[in-house]
């Protein structure tokens, strides 16, 4: 199967705000967006389940959105109100063994390359 492919990184300044895209192809249960900064564990941003339910980090509820369009194979994370904290390399993930959103990583097995996300103050 393919790896998800992450578009839609880049800088930017304190409260605005950036699109991610992943194009994910393939039967999947689950999508979801996570993050890792050097010297961290990677953690769980956001998910949607094959039910359309979704999980968010507390961090980022009612910050971050994230949706999908299934004619285009395209996940997405609206990230607004970005904050310094923010910054790390965003990766986006599909799994097959999780019905509904998860965020956590045992939940799946195929991951991307990774786009950078960079917040100044």
């Not at 986006?92 to 917040?119: E, F, I, K, M, N």
Request: glycine residues 14%.
């Amino acid at each position: 199967q393919v790896q998800p492919v992450e578009s839609g990184g880049g800088s930017v300044q304190s409260g605005g705000s950036l699109r991610l895209s992943c194009a994910a192809s393939g039967y999947v249960y689950t999508l979801g967006w996570f993050r890792q900064t050097p010297g961290k564990e990677r953690e769980g941003v956001a998910a949607i389940g094959r039910n359309g339910f979704t999980a968010y980090a507390d961090s980022v509820k009612g910050r971050f959105t994230i949706s999908q369009d299934n004619a285009k194979n395209t996940l997405y994370l609206q990230m607004n109100s970005l904050k310094p904290e923010d910054t790390a390399m965003y990766y986006c993930a599909a799994g097959t063994t999780t019905w509904g959103p998860s965020l956590t990583t045992t939940a799946y097995h195929r991951w991307g390359q990774g786009t950078q996300v960079t917040v100044s103050s």
